[in-house]
């Protein structure tokens, strides 16, 4: 993965916004390697295509993108999935208006045929619904699944323990520097048992004073078997 130098802040006030915050990358990535936590950092390059560009920074793959990506295919694959619902429930509608308007007074079996359609209609609704239907206080917005965000709490939590062990603050924590290790189902808002979070950039990072940094053993992913 190859991301390159940007932005403001970081150690080194001599020097300008973007080469600071790329050297405090460099920095912190390379004094944090001891945790799974954290994304891994390899080395720097110059991209050959742009050699007058800015270096880049080459750092192991997250195959599950990064947290805020994930959350905007589970809002993506949540709004088709009522898009498809809201023109199934309107097709329906419209072939019981044709049926009444073609008997005033449906038969029994008209009335059992109706009946079996919108029972198949509702037992055509996809997971994503099943777990992500709106409520009364969260009228039009889906629900994340409890599990998924347990996991990503609970590796956003080791990771900036362990961070804070070593003296640091990350200084811009968001969805977008969060890292998934494998990715997230947009269809049931899940992440695989084996999945974690791992911390990316530090370009805003701060040094913590010494009364505020405690020693932390390296950890393990705490993931399920």
């Not at 997250?62 to 429930?89: I, K, M, P, Y």
């Not at 990715?183 to 791992?198: E, M, N």
């Not at 805003?204 to 705490?222: E, F, G, K, V």
Request: charged content about 20%; hydrophobic content about 30%.
């Amino acid at each position: 993965c190859l991301a390159g130098g940007g932005g403001g802040g970081g150690a080194g006030g001599g020097l300008p916004g973007p080469v600071r915050q790329f050297t405090t990358e460099i920095r912190r990535l390379a004094d944090l390697r001891s945790s799974p936590y954290v994304v891994q950092f390899f080395d720097t390059a110059q991209d050959p295509a742009n050699p007058d560009g800015p270096p880049l920074i080459v750092m192991e793959l997250a195959e599950g993108g990064s947290v805020h990506a994930a959350l905007r295919s589970v809002v993506n694959a949540w709004n088709d999935d009522r898009s498809s619902e809201d023109e199934r429930s309107n097709n329906l509608k419209t072939s019981s208006g044709s049926n009444q308007a073609s008997s005033e007074y449906p038969t029994s079996s008209d009335r059992r045929s109706s009946s079996s359609s919108s029972s198949s209609y509702s037992s055509s609704s996809s997971p994503i619904s099943a777990h992500r239907r709106p409520t009364s206080s969260t009228p039009n917005r889906p629900r994340m699944p409890l599990e998924t965000v347990e996991r990503i709490a609970r590796s956003l939590a080791n990771g900036l323990a362990y961070l804070h062990s070593r003296g640091y603050s990350h200084g811009d924590i968001k969805p977008l520097n969060l890292l998934l290790t494998h990715k997230l189902s947009p269809q049931t808002g899940l992440l695989p048992r084996t999945a974690w979070v791992k911390l990316c950039d530090f370009g805003l990072s701060r040094r913590l004073t010494q009364s505020l940094a405690t020693p932390m053993t390296p950890q393990s992913p705490d993931v399920d078997s």
